[in-house]
């Protein structure tokens, strides 16, 4: 550990980069596909609601990649020889004192919480318990004695809390109703947002044995995780390309328009990643476009389906 001394002070645009915007694809895409789908469904979502709820939404994921950089940092578990850039690894190459990205972190969840209670003030109790358990979920993902990002469910938990609880809950906050049917049309989100934490686990597999975290891939190897990556990718695209049609009729392919024109390539470039610390960066890059690409296409559908119920009154 560094001497405090020598610590630098923590910068805006540090502050800025441990929140981590490349990665705010995972809360601010599900947020985006929630509001349309309130909107398009007449839920009696306000504009001012969900907008608040987005900044909420993206506010905590900045804790959750503040917090986790944190934790990571002070269990010896990140270092500059893992393959990360250097506005990713903000303790390690930026010289900041832990104490302040702890307590950066903790600010992000307060001002994430706050804002979400406030926009979910007379919706009842509903958002604010989906609420709650999405918060408890993200201080145990980093800390904790067994962290949850150090356990084979990572994946699973990060997409489901992700990609289905920020739908549920904007969908609460709407009515002060729980509408199980969102879940069902957020597998997009949750497969997105999975295959984030998979390309990280997936490109860290040695890292991770040696540290003792037994993640996904540390536990099935990379050929099997490099597989099963795959597998999901196409997965990911073809629930894509259906269900808005499904749900929305002639309107919802906008999203297989979306993505013959503009998410082929990203997606043929992602199922080419072997998912080996070598090409980390690449990987997490990759998967950051297509979530934009994919989830985008996605939720300009239901922005479409939305557009053509206010044209037809």
């Known amino acids: 550990m560094r001497k405090s001394e020598h610590y630098k002070p923590l910068t805006p645009k540090l502050a800025l980069n441990l929140a981590a915007p490349r990665s705010w694809v995972a809360s601010l895409f599900p947020a985006l596909f929630a509001d ?5 469904q007449g839920l009696g979502l306000t504009w001012g609601k969900g907008i608040m709820l987005i900044v ?24 500059a020889s893992d393959h990360v850039e250097v506005n990713d690894a903000v303790l390690i190459y930026g010289n900041i004192a832990p104490r302040s990205a702890l307590i950066l972190g903790i600010g992000y969840l307060a001002a994430g919480a706050v804002l979400g209670l406030a926009a979910c003030r007379g919706s009842g109790m509903i958002p604010v318990v989906i609420g709650l358990i999405g918060g408890v979920v993200i ?12 356990l084979p469910i990572g994946e699973i938990v990060s997409g489901v809390v992700m990609g289905g609880l920020i739908p549920l809950g904007i969908a609460g906050c709407a009515d002060g109703k729980i509408h199980w049917q969102i879940l069902f049309y957020s597998l997009p989100m949750i497969l997105g947002i999975a295959l ?12 991770d044995r040696k540290a003792g975290r037994r993640t996904f891939p540390a536990c099935i190897g990379r050929a099997k995780t490099r597989a099963l990556y795959r597998y999901l990718i196409v997965a990911w695209v073809a629930l894509v390309l259906v269900l808005p049609t ?14 013959a024109l503009i998410g082929r390539t990203a997606v043929s470039g992602q199922l080419a990643r072997t998912l080996e610390p070598e090409g980390r960066i690449a990987t997490m890059q990759g998967i950051a476009v297509n979530n934009i690409m994919l989830n ?6 239901f922005a479409a389906g939305f557009i053509l119920e206010v044209l037809h009154g």
Do not use: R
Not at 36 to 40: A, G, M
Not at 296 to 301: D, E, K, Q, R, V
């Open 139 to 150: 201080l145990l993902y980093s800390g904790g004695p067994i962290p949850v990002s150090y």
């Open 296 to 301: 985008g296409a996605y939720t300009a559908a």
């Open 56 to 79: 909420a939404c993206v506010l905590l994921q900045s804790a959750v990649n503040t917090l986790n950089d944190y934790f990571d940092f002070i269990k010896g578990t990140d270092s």
């Open 36 to 40: 349309f789908y309130c909107w398009q």
């Open 246 to 259: 499904a749900m929305l009729g002639p309107i919802g392919l906008v999203s297989v328009v979306c993505v």
């Open 196 to 207: 984030i934490m998979m390309s990280n686990n997936g490109s860290d597999i040695e890292k």
